[in-house]
């Protein structure tokens, strides 16, 4: 498939479609500079020098004007895919693009599939796969955060301490081949320990990495569930948020019926705001269903937002309520409805636990008190994410294909471990370690498949 093709030249708007002031039009390859000087004429003469804009026409193959333009040329390998690269920078909406597009395809360019640009850049050892699969993560990003983890992640955040527990996976194998080739000449406790040392350091990095939940945070954010008793404002206020929304927002149909589930930025953070229908028991059984999965939101909640009426003293029901929520996550209580006269502060019982209880009073029909709710969210979410820029690798990995070769290089170097403990020799445990090897280097592409790359980058 693909790289039956690496040798051709493609091109590709990248730009998105729709009108705006600029287009792009980007093309990589062996004949990436004889296009351009086919299709391009400088207003001034002189050779293109690397790197440099040049202002000018392009033209169609009778030298009449598609667009004036401004054009630059990068020199393999000093390019993003490492190959000679073009960009032809015109006027935006899609016409001039178009134009440009075709010209460039009767020259002998071929149409680039999504993703190929990136897809060159790592078949020519220009990034590593997690730093592709970082730069669209940065394209796709859909808040502050996971820019900041992409970013982070670019700039080789994941790479560095993958190639480093690499080196002392490799070390440890060298010293398990040795022992077990050489039996007389090392000792094999010796050996033992320095296992289970390497073994325990990479383990506890690993850990990190294989720990899912911040992935899933940066990429679809943080669970926030909204409960309380009916009445008490949660449809309001989920809407008065949705509207503070300054960002796209994306409905996702319910999971299930009972549950309504819309992803909105706030703060800079992305959350998905759970609304449940409420976790009163009951005997009619469609309401107990509705609890059911109400529960089952709260156990999988990053945060809840226990919803209160603030004109009335809290019930026996929002205690109920309150308890189960802290049992679960870190917990906010939202006195609603301080636009009435009747609004006092609830007074959380000791047993709700008050000190971990953050309360916030507010209206959610005014809109008063939701720039503090926002911030408060922000703050929440930041301790949830990787903020440090030198947090450990496994805090910046950003998706499941990547937290999932960390939990196998995890579980290899726990079989290692474990095998140790159980008495057993050195021998025995290559293949754990092994094992461990190959799935960090499929985290950062060194032995991944070519199946696997070509679905990442499709
Ligand atoms: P839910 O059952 O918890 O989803 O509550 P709703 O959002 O449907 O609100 C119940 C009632 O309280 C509605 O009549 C709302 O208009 C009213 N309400 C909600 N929030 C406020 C508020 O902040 N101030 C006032 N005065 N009324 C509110």
Do not use: W
């Not at 926002?374 to 703050?379: G, H, I, R, V």
Request: charged residues 25%; aromatic residues 4%.
């Amino acid at each position: 498939m693909r790289n039956e093709r690496q040798n051709d030249t493609i091109a590709a708007i990248a730009t998105p479609p729709g009108e705006g002031g600029i287009a792009i039009v980007r093309i990589s390859g062996a004949c990436a500079g004889e296009f351009l000087r086919a299709a391009f004429r400088p207003a001034h003469k002189g050779e293109m020098k690397h790197g440099q804009m040049r202002y000018g026409t392009l033209t169609d193959p009778t030298g009449a004007p598609i667009d004036e333009v401004m054009a630059v040329f990068f020199r393999a390998p000093r390019s993003y895919t490492r190959e000679d690269v073009a960009e032809i920078h015109l006027h935006g909406g899609s016409m001039c693009a178009r134009a440009a597009m075709e010209r460039l395809l009767s020259l002998g360019a071929r149409a680039a599939e999504p993703g190929e640009f990136t897809y060159r850049a790592f078949m020519n050892g220009r990034v590593d796969l997690s730093e592709a699969e970082a730069v669209m993560g940065l394209i796709g990003a859909r808040s502050q955060a996971a820019r900041r983890a992409s970013i982070r992640q670019l700039r080789g955040g994941v790479s560095a301490p993958i190639g480093r527990m690499r080196e002392e996976l490799t070390g440890l194998l060298a010293k398990i081949e040795a022992a077990t080739d050489f039996p007389d000449e090392i000792d094999e406790d010796v050996t033992a320990k320095d296992v289970r040392e390497g073994a325990s350091r990479i383990r506890n990095e690993l850990s990190r990495a294989a720990d899912g939940r911040r992935a899933r945070i940066v990429r679809d954010g943080a669970s926030v569930v909204l409960c309380g008793r009916p009445n008490v404002g949660k449809s309001s206020l989920m809407n008065a948020l949705l509207s503070a929304d300054r960002a796209i927002v994306t409905d996702i149909p319910g999971t299930t019926r009972d549950t309504v589930e819309t992803k909105v930025t706030l703060g800079g953070y992305l959350f998905r705001l759970v609304d449940t229908a409420g976790l009163r028991d009951s005997d009619d059984p469609i309401e107990q269903l509705g609890v059911a999965r109400s529960r089952q939101a709260l156990a999988e909640a990053d945060l809840v937002l226990a919803v209160c009426d603030g004109t009335q003293p809290l019930t026996e029901e929002d205690h109920d309520l309150l308890r189960e929520a802290l049992a679960q996550a870190d917990t906010i209580l939202l006195a609603n409805k301080r636009d009435l006269p009747d609004f006092a502060l609830p007074q959380p019982a000791a047993n709700d636990a008050p000190n971990t209880l953050t309360v916030v009073p507010l209206s959610a029909k005014t809109g008063d008190g939701l720039a503090t709710l926002e911030t408060t969210l922000a703050q929440r979410a930041e301790t949830l994410l990787p903020q440090a820029a030198q947090s450990a690798a496994g805090e910046l990995l950003t998706n499941q294909r990547q937290t999932q070769a960390a939990q196998r290089a995890l579980d290899g170097v726990t079989r290692a471990r474990d095998a140790l403990d159980l008495g057993m020799t050195p021998d025995a445990l290559l293949t754990d370690v092994e094992a461990a090897l190959e799935a960090l280097g499929e985290l950062t592409g060194r032995t991944v498949r070519e199946d696997i790359t070509a679905r990442i980058f499709s």
